[in-house]
């Protein structure tokens, strides 16, 4: 794909977005699931026609195989939106799942999960987290799944399974080896959804909001819960690795989803501010302190972009190993940058900011987790503080 065909590509993207998705806000701010869903269902049939569906997937499943640069723009536009990624069939967790299971699954998963999947027909989930081991160290999960009499018998509970609310399977992180090396006890494993031995036990609330379907975190729990051993992925024992494979695309384009939800935020806050009067001669926009606020902001913004893009041309042109200093950077770096964007722009709207009329309030609610999932800020900060002082020579 050319530049120019390329920059044509992102120009319709953006269009679709502004003309189409954000327009239909206002029924996720106000929970209108069904005439949401489907509307939005309309519109990933109309994505399709377009050919933008899946960017992020090869084309032998339906992908338009971009790079990881192309796709951190992608994500930046869609990502003004919280309906965008799911439009145009890029969104977290279905994204990972889908990579993940192209890269290491059985052509019984392939073709039975991976192929409806990578089309939409349905949706997935990743039940990893649990609600009483600690998220950010994996190697402790005690989800457990024996092979008895060619099956797998999985117990244990998960929460912040996102998704799971009428998703049609689950990849479930469990222990399969305990005496193994701590990186090498656990295993992915598929578990249809409609499985008697499978139960969702809550949507949990989120600063208040349950949410619905693909908007929706769930804690599920799995007694006893049978699936023949072929559905095992990849290699048994290897699941910490794929897990940290699976996360390294996704970390990418979630920075650069939080890009675009910061300049949308940003936008809004500027709109605001010179349109509020605060005298008969003055907006909000004349008070130096919102000026300082709009500055920040937008260095802010500008300098997590060009590192976001930088690690992006480093993984295209060295591989994800070569870029493992900037990814943890652009963690916790462009998480930071969000927070402060969007509580700066909450702050100068006042009490419209505190409400559910602006898009502002649910960026604010939903996305102060992203200095928690896919590993807390203080544990990449640990770890790239680590990495840097074993090394002899450190390069910029």
Not at 86 to 98: H, I, L, M, S
Not at 277 to 294: E, F, G, N, R, W
Not at 329 to 354: C, H, P, T
């Amino acid at each position: 794909m050319t530049q120019e065909i390329f920059t044509d590509m992102l120009k319709r993207i953006n269009a679709i977005v502004r003309e189409h998705i954000i327009p239909l806000e206002p029924l996720l701010l106000t929970q209108q699931w069904t005439e949401l869903f489907s509307q939005l269902d309309q519109l990933r049939t109309e994505v399709k026609a377009q050919d933008l569906w899946a960017p992020n997937l090869p084309a032998s499943v339906g992908g338009l195989n971009l790079s990881t640069m192309r796709l951190a723009q992608i994500a930046e536009v869609s990502g003004q939106s919280p309906l965008g990624h799911y439009c145009f069939g890029c969104q977290a967790p279905d994204a990972g799942n889908a990579e993940l299971l192209h890269m290491y699954a059985n052509d019984f998963i392939k073709s039975s999960f991976l192929l409806p999947l990578a089309k939409g027909d349905i949706r997935s989930c990743f039940a990893m987290t649990e609600p009483h081991t600690a998220g950010s160290n994996p190697t402790m999960l005690d989800t457990t799944a024996e092979l008895i009499d060619d099956h797998w018998v999985i117990n244990g509970r998960k929460w912040f399974t996102t998704a799971a609310d009428g998703a049609n399977f689950t990849i479930v992180m469990a222990v399969t080896d305990p005496e193994a090396h701590r990186h090498q006890r656990a295993s992915m494993i598929i578990v249809p959804l409609d499985n008697s031995g499978y139960r969702n036990l809550r949507n949990i609330p989120v600063m208040g909001h349950s949410g619905s379907g693909y908007f929706s975190h769930s804690e599920v729990e799995f007694v006893n819960c049978k699936v023949p051993a072929n559905h095992l992925i990849g290699e048994r024992g290897q699941g910490f690795k794929m897990a940290q494979q699976r996360l390294g695309p996704g970390r990418i384009q979630h920075c650069m989803r939080w890009i675009g939800i910061a300049k949308r935020c940003f936008n809004l806050m500027c709109q605001h501010v010179k349109q509020r009067q605060i005298t008969p001669t003055s907006t909000l926009a004349d008070q130096a302190v919102i000026q300082s606020k709009i500055a920040e902001s937008f260095a802010a913004m500008n300098a997590s972009r060009a590192l976001v893009m930088e690690t992006a041309q480093i993984v295209d042109e060295q591989g994800f190993e070569a870029a493992k200093h900037h990814i943890s950077m652009i963690k916790f770096e462009s998480a930071n940058m969000l927070q402060s964007v969007v509580d700066n722009a909450l702050q100068s709207m006042g009490a419209l900011g505190m409400t559910d009329d602006s898009i502002v309030a649910f960026f604010y609610r939903e996305e102060r987790a992203a200095r928690i999932y896919d590993g807390p800020d203080e544990v990449h900060k640990i770890s790239l503080a680590k990495s840097l002082l074993k090394s002899k020579t450190i390069n910029f």
